[in-house]
């Protein structure tokens, strides 16, 4: 048996009462963590520009965008730009738009600790996240330079 319920701005009382009831049945309860195009829509409008950019940039070059072709000169910084994909991210969960646990859309790639040389994103995101681009910004997500 499977069962959908979709429940928009749920009271403070309701929403107790209903995630107690799913919490006595958690061994049963499967939750959705796939990335839809109304979740991406609601994502990528979380983001501050310049997160914006990195996933229009990641969806425009086919999943990877390099740290040098975000760069609006040689030596710019990145720093700070990978914090606000995290963010928007815990925000909309708290928000109830999507469950804990959502997998992050675009990761920092790098050697580890320091800097990054670029963010991906997954093959199976492609599709969902151009479509959320595209409706949010109004034409498809090309390379920016």
Do not use: C
Request: proline letters at 8%; hydrophobic letters at 35%; a negative charge.
């Amino acid at each position: 048996m499977k069962i959908t319920v979709t429940i928009d701005q749920p009271t403070g009382d309701f929403q107790d009462r209903l995630l107690a009831l799913l919490a006595e049945y958690a061994a049963n309860v499967e939750t959705d963590a796939t990335w839809s195009v109304p979740r991406a829509e609601n994502y990528y409008t979380r983001l501050p520009p310049r997160a914006q950019r990195i996933v229009r940039e990641a969806v425009a070059r086919g999943g990877y965008v390099s740290a040098d072709d975000l760069r609006d000169t040689p030596d710019a910084s990145l720093r700070g730009h990978s914090g606000a994909l995290t963010r928007a991210l815990s925000s909309g969960a708290a928000a109830g738009e999507w469950p804990e646990g959502m997998p992050l859309p675009v990761l920092a790639q790098g050697p580890g600790f320091g800097k990054v040389v670029g963010y991906r994103m997954p093959d199976d995101l492609l599709d969902v996240f151009r479509t959320a681009v595209t409706n949010i910004d109004g034409q498809q997500p090309t390379t920016e330079k």
